[in-house]
C-alpha cells in the first residue's frame, strides 16, 4: 500500500504547471502554486512549534484554499481536524479545546462568528500550547495568541526567500523524506457540531485514507487534466476522499463551488467545467427528478408511449440527452452517488435509460468507502459490491435473505473515536468487526443491499419489524410533497411529511386543499403496505427537516 502523501507529493511534482484548484468564477491554483502556499503554511507550523502528530483545525466554507491548507497540514505530518461550516461556533470551540489543537485556521465568516461570543476564542486560547487564529485565504493572522506566530508570519517571506532563492520549484519538494508509520494518526473527523458530550471523534490512521485513494484509483478511470466539479462538504469524508485527494492525487482540475450552490449556479457550474463525474447526494438528484423529469414523464403523450416497448425508447433517449447535457455532457464515469438511499423511482428511471449512475455505501469511520462498483457492472437498489480489500459480513442466520447488521473488518477502518473508550467499544465486535448500525444482505454475486439503519427500525407491538425508509421511498413519489419522515408513535405508524404549498398554489390549490389532498395520497398508499406497517395518520409540515451534512434528516428530533 502507498502512503497517499506519497502520492500527493508525485502529482504535485509531476503536474507542476498544470491547473489544479480553481475557485468557480475565480482564481486558479497550479500545482506549483498549491506547493509554494504549502511550503508557506510549513515554515509558520515550524516557527510556531506546532510539531509532528500536533493538531491543527480547519473551520471555513468550501474553496481553493481550503484544499490548500488541508494538504499543509496533512503534508507537514501534522494531524487535521476539520469542521464542518455547519457545526455552531460553541461546538467548534469546545471540540477544538477536547482535541488539544494548536492552531485554527478559519475564513471571515467563521471567524466572525467565534468572536461574536468572546468566551469561544478564549475556551481555544486557554488549550495548552495554542498559538492563535489563521485566515485560509491568505495565510494572514486573525489573532496572534503568542507572539511566536506574529514573529513567524513577520518573517514567512524572508524565511521562504532563504529557502527558496530561486523560487520554489518541483525539484525541492519532498514530503516524504522517510516511510511513514500507516498507523498514524492523520485526521480527527467529528461526526456532529454539537458538543464533545455527544459529538465522536474519528480517528482515522494514514492506512485508512491510503487504502481508500489506492481503491479510488484502480477502480474509478480518471486521466490527468479531467475535470471535478466539487459540491460536496469538503469537511465530510466523502467529499474530502472522491472530490479532493482522488482527483489531486491524479493530476485532475478540481473547480470548487465556494457555498451552498442553488440550482441554477449548480447547473451553471456542470455546463460549464463538464466533469468527467460527479459526486453529490440523493437529494439533489431527486430534486432534478421532481422539478424537470416527472413533469415531463406523467403527462400526455410521454405517459403512455413509456408504456410501449419501442416507442418508450425514444422518450428515455430524449430524457437521457437532456440530462447529459446538464451534466455538462463531459461524463466518462458519469454520476456517483452516496451518503442516503436513493429514490427507488428515480433509480428505476435511470436504469431504465441506461443513465451512467452508480449508486456507493461508506461512513466516516471508513474514511469512507465500504461498497461501490463500476457503472457497468452496478445492479439497481445495490449498492455495489465491497470495496477491497476490506472484509464484509452480515450478522445473520442466512446473509442472502436474513436481514443482519453489515460489518467491516480491514485497513480502511478507524483506530477509535478519540478520548472516547466506551464508545470506541461499543462499535466493536468481540472479534474485532466495526458495526455499521445498518441493517442489509449480500446477494450470491457480491451486491450489497441496505434496507435502513438499526437505530430507525420501529418495532411493532406484535413483534414486527418496520423501516421507515421504505415507507418514506413512497410517500416521497407523491405530488406535493418535497420529503417525509415515518415515526413509530403509541404503537402506530406516523408520517410526517413537508408540502409544496408553492407547486400546489401553482396548481390551483388553497392550503386547505393541498392537505387534504396530500393526507389522501398518503393514507392511499396503505393498500400497498403490509398489514403491520400501514399508516395511521399523517401530519403536514411547512417547514423543512433540520438535516445533517450529509443531508440526511435528524431523526431523533422528530421522534
Known amino acids: 500500500m502507498t502512503h497517499f502523501v506519497s502520492l500527493l507529493n508525485e502529482s504535485i511534482k509531476e503536474n507542476w504547471a498544470s491547473p489544479a484548484i480553481t475557485n468557480f468564477g475565480g482564481n486558479t491554483y497550479t500545482y506549483g502554486q498549491i506547493a509554494e502556499q504549502i511550503a508557506k503554511y510549513h515554515i509558520l507550523f515550524a516557527e510556531t512549534g506546532i510539531k509532528k502528530g500536533d493538531k491543527v483545525a480547519l473551520y471555513a466554507r468550501n474553496s481553493a484554499e481550503w484544499i490548500v491548507a488541508y494538504f499543509a497540514t496533512l503534508t507537514y505530518d501534522a494531524v487535521s481536524v476539520p469542521f464542518l461550516p455547519d457545526f455552531i461556533p460553541g461546538a467548534v470551540a469546545e471540540l477544538g479545546a477536547f482535541s488539544e489543537c494548536k492552531l485554527l485556521i478559519a475564513d471571515d465568516i467563521a471567524f466572525k462568528s467565534l468572536s461574536e461570543k468572546e468566551n469561544y476564542i478564549t475556551q481555544l486560547e486557554a488549550t495548552p500550547g495554542f498559538v492563535g487564529f489563521i485566515n485560509v485565504k491568505n495565510i494572514s493572522i486573525f489573532k496572534a495568541t503568542v507572539p511566536a506566530l506574529e514573529e513567524a508570519h513577520a518573517t514567512m517571506d524572508e524565511h521562504f ?30 461526526t456532529s ?30 486521466t490527468q487534466g479531467g475535470h471535478i466539479f466539487a459540491i460536496l462538504p469538503m469537511a465530510h469524508m466523502f467529499g474530502q476522499t472522491f472530490d479532493v ?13 465556494p457555498g451552498k450552490p442553488t440550482p441554477a449556479r449548480l447547473l451553471e457550474g456542470l455546463a460549464t467545467v463538464k466533469p468527467f463525474m460527479f459526486l453529490t ?12 423529469v416527472f413533469p415531463a414523464t406523467r403527462t400526455f403523450p410521454a405517459n403512455l408511449l413509456l408504456k410501449v416497448p419501442g416507442l418508450d425508447r425514444i422518450v428515455l433517449g430524449k430524457i437521457k440527452k437532456s440530462l447529459l447535457a446538464a451534466f455538462g455532457n463531459g461524463f466518462t464515469t458519469g454520476l456517483i452517488l452516496g451518503g442516503a438511499a436513493l429514490n427507488h423511482e428515480v433509480e428505476d428511471l435511470l436504469k431504465r435509460m441506461n443513465f451512467p449512475y452508480v449508486v456507493g455505501y461508506g461512513m466516516t469511520e471508513c474514511g469512507p468507502l465500504i461498497s461501490y462498483c463500476d457503472k457497468s457492472q ?23 435473505r436474513v436481514l443482519g447488521e453489515i460489518q467491516v473488518k480491514g485497513d480502511a477502518v478507524m483506530l477509535g473515536y478519540y478520548k472516547n473508550d466506551d464508545a470506541t ?48 421511498d413512497k410517500i416521497n413519489n407523491l405530488p406535493y410533497i418535497t420529503e417525509s419522515l415515518v415515526v413509530g408513535r403509541k404503537n402506530a405508524i406516523v408520517a410526517l411529511v413537508v408540502a409544496d404549498y408553492e407547486a400546489g398554489k401553482k396548481a390551483g390549490l388553497n392550503d386547505e386543499e393541498l392537505e387534504k389532498l ?30 445533517t451534512p450529509k443531508q440526511s434528516i435528524k431523526r431523533y428530533l422528530y421522534s
Request: net charge neutral; charged share 25%.
Open 161 to 190: 526567500a532563504k529557502l527558496y532563492p530561486n523560487g520554489i520549484s518541483a525539484d525541492k519538494v519532498n514530503y516524504y523524506p522517510e516511510e511513514r508509520d500507516m498507523e498514524a494518526v492523520v485526521e480527527i473527523s467529528f
Open 193 to 222: 457540531g454539537t458538543t464533545s458530550a455527544t459529538s465522536k471523534g474519528v480517528v482515522l490512521p494514514a492506512r485508512s485514507l491510503s487504502v481508500n485513494l489506492a481503491f479510488a484509483r484502480r477502480e474509478i478511470p480518471a
Open 245 to 257: 485527494l482522488f482527483p489531486l492525487a491524479g493530476g485532475c482540475h478540481v473547480f470548487v463551488m
Open 281 to 292: 447526494v440523493p437529494l439533489v438528484i431527486e430534486k432534478i427528478f421532481k422539478s424537470k
Open 378 to 400: 452496478f445492479v439497481k437498489h445495490s449498492c455495489g459490491k465491497k470495496a477491497d480489500p476490506l472484509e464484509l459480513r452480515i450478522d445473520s442466520s442466512d446473509p442472502l
Open 425 to 472: 467499544q461499543a462499535s466493536f465486535t468481540e472479534d474485532g468487526w466495526l458495526k455499521t448500525g445498518d441493517m442489509g444482505i449480500v446477494d450470491k454475486n457480491g451486491n450489497v443491499f441496505i434496507k435502513g439503519r438499526c437505530k430507525n427500525m420501529i418495532l411493532t407491538g406484535n413483534g414486527q419489524n418496520i423501516y421507515p425508509e421504505e415507507i418514506e
Open 518 to 547: 396530500i393526507n389522501s395520497n398518503v393514507l392511499a398508499l396503505n393498500s400497498e403496505l403490509p398489514v403491520y406497517s400501514k399508516i395511521a395518520c399523517t401530519e403536514i409540515r411547512s417547514e423543512a427537516f433540520e438535516k
